[in-house]
């Protein structure tokens, strides 16, 4: 009876000591986390909502209540982020003041400009700005790249926007042109690229020549991106005007856009503009994209 009672003592013991490891370990992860100073814009039924202390991130966009970007909280795989490109130039992790660090809000309304600090490695300092643009239903971000160090530097802008494994992708470019060929199923259909969401053991990465948009379709939903088109000479070295990335599994998906390589001399700055459109569609989806085509031109 003796030992009983010592093991049920000690299971009780371990109990404890379990609770209160997953307590520390919820209050170490939330210490972790940035807080939520949370900004909000409405075209419509959208809303899009933008969190100034965790790295300016576009945290959600809602059509009347339904999410089309993706909310899993793992680090680097939800909501939409910008960065400097080439990547090369700083690897990996994210440059922690662009993507995680908080944003000094300057102005609320009518337009929500916020700042970042200045990049320790890099020296450029982030601005974005976020509008609407009822009269086109649309979502106006303009982000800024300013060069606050002492010698020119070349670089260009970079929006990356995270979505469920989920959907349809499409894009105005030759499907044999998409490197590297095969690595995702992309077919033409009506001269558009389209991929349809799969799953895989390992992370894909394409580069696209595109036309200035980039479109995702999923649950009713059409999410279609324009900006700048470039010719083939002016992205950055080794990157491209879009680039779509899959996450291994059934987790994430990335659709990347990219403005010109430019060289800043000191204190001077680039400003590159990205106009979000959410609707709902209705039958076939192509027909929808296609009238965004005028936008771009």
């Known amino acids: 009876m003796v030992v009983n009672g010592v093991a049920l003592m000690n299971a009780r013991r371990l109990k404890q000591m379990v609770a209160a490891l997953l307590l ?19 075209v419509g039924d959208a809303v899009m909502t933008v969190n100034a202390e965790g790295g300016g991130k576009i945290l959600s966009l809602k059509y009347k209540e339904q999410e089309v970007i993706s909310q899993s909280r793992w680090p680097e795989s939800f909501g939409s982020t910008f960065w400097t490109s080439p990547q090369k130039e700083w690897n990996w992790p994210p440059v922690p003041e662009f993507d995680k660090r908080p944003y000094t809000v300057e102005q609320e309304s009518p337009t929500l400009v916020m700042t970042s600090e200045v990049s320790e490695r890099l020296k450029f300092r982030i601005r974005k700005e976020f509008a609407t643009d009822p009269s086109d239903s649309a979502f106006v971000i303009t982000y800024s790249i300013i060069n606050e160090g002492d010698v020119a530097r070349k670089v260009a802008p970079w929006e990356i926007t995270r979505v469920p494994n989920e959907g349809t992708i499409f894009l105005d470019a030759p499907v044999d042109s998409i490197t590297p060929a095969g690595l995702m199923p992309f077919e033409e259909v009506n001269g558009i690229a389209c991929y349809m969401a799969d799953e895989a053991a390992q992370n894909r990465k394409v580069n696209a020549d595109g036309k200035g948009w980039l479109a995702y379709a999923n649950k009713g939903l059409l999410l279609v991106k324009t900006f700048q088109d ?17 996450n291994r599994g059934k987790t994430y998906i990335e659709l990347e856009s990219q403005g010109a390589y430019t060289e800043l001399k000191p204190g001077e700055g680039l400003s590159w ?6 609707a709902p569609h209705t039958g076939e989806v192509l027909p929808v994209v296609r009238r965004f085509l005028s936008v771009c031109q």
Not at 25 to 42: F, R
């Open 230 to 246: 470039l010719d083939s000479s002016q992205p950055a070295p080794g990157e491209a005007e879009i680039q779509v990335y899959v």
């Open 24 to 42: 520390l370990m919820t209050a170490g992860n939330a210490a972790a986390q940035p807080a939520e100073k949370l900004y909000t814009l409405q």
């Open 273 to 278: 503009t990205v106009r979000w459109y959410l």
